[in-house]
């Protein structure tokens, strides 16, 4: 079992940049988790974002935000990050990361019902 807690979200101007950060704790080898992250906006479903294979190794991302976002992971400091450029008032969110155990695969997940382990949310606002 893994426990994620994100970090990073805030309030940023339209153009602006942020990069979230997932810390993932627990018994659980993290290098053996495919993850990924999705965003919620208010009245809308959760929705994919970007996902990244267990060794880092491959990325998939939703057209929405291909070219700007960028995910990665540390599996020295079991953490995943998202780099989040040229931030449209779209992209305004509780953004998600979450986890499943894999092995070590290049398989990358991104559906909400792939994942059985969630993190808290943070808020991402960008401003006009």
């Known amino acids: 079992q893994v426990q994620l807690a994100e970090s990073g979200g805030g309030l940023v101007q339209a153009g602006g940049s942020l990069r979230l950060s997932c810390a993932a704790s627990?018994?659980?080898?993290?290098?053996?988790?495919?993850m990924g992250w999705f965003r919620q906006a208010p009245g809308k479903e959760r929705q994919f974002v970007a996902a990244?294979?267990?060794?880092?190794?491959?990325?998939t991302y939703a057209d929405s935000v291909k070219g700007r976002f960028t995910i990665s992971r540390d599996n020295t400091k079991n953490t995943m990050y998202l780099q989040m450029n040229s931030l449209t008032p779209e992209d305004t969110a509780v953004y998600y990361c979450?986890?499943?155990?894999?092995?070590?695969?290049?398989?990358?997940?991104?559906?909400?019902?792939?994942?059985?382990?969630w993190g808290q949310g943070t808020q991402v606002t960008v401003s006009t």
């Open positions: 990244i294979s267990t060794s880092g190794g491959r990325t």
């Open positions: 979450a986890a499943r155990a894999s092995g070590y695969t290049i398989t990358v997940l991104t559906t909400v019902r792939d994942y059985p382990y």
């Open positions: 627990g018994r659980s080898t993290f290098s053996t988790y495919a």
